[in-house]
Structures are given as structure tokens and as C-alpha cells.
């Protein structure tokens, strides 16, 4: 199943597809944020804006209009 990186549960993981705004494409490859990479969401701050995710062996915190930009495919 494809969602929107934004949309993940802490605790799922998924495997970047690609990313919708061109934008920001650069800045999230920059962070180890390229397609193929998996991706584990980690936890939400408790107004839900930032998230903080795992990827490529580091801990990364998104803003939620950053993370609505990357699609993944659902791992569980």
C-alpha cells in the first residue's frame, strides 16, 4: 500500500517511492532521504508537528508539510 510518509503510525515502517514537490527533493536527499531507503516512523510530538522518523542509521525530525511530500510504500 502507498501513503504519504505523513500518514504513518509510530511504530510502521515503509520504503521511499518518491517525492512529490521538486522543492524540497534536494534538502531530504541531502538528510539520507533517497528512494529505496527505508524509513521508520519513530514517534509524533504532541501537537503532532514534528515527527521524528529513523533513516539510513540516524534520527531525522520532519515537519509534517515536509513529510506530506515523501510517498512510501508500506512495509507493515
Do not use: W
Request: hydrophobic share 45%; net charge negative; proline share 5%.
Amino acid at each position: 500500500m502507498t501513503v504519504r510518509l505523513s500518514e504513518l503510525k509510530p511504530g510502521q515502517e515503509g520504503v521511499i517511492r518518491e517525492f512529490e514537490d521538486n522543492d524540497i527533493f534536494l534538502k531530504l536527499m541531502e538528510m539520507g532521504c533517497v528512494p529505496g531507503e527505508k524509513v521508520l516512523l519513530e514517534q509524533i510530538a504532541p501537537l503532532g508537528d514534528p515527527i521524528s522518523i529513523l533513516v539510513s542509521g540516524y534520527h531525522l525530525s520532519l515537519r509534517l508539510n515536509e513529510a506530506d511530500h515523501i510517498i512510501v510504500d508500506l512495509i507493515n
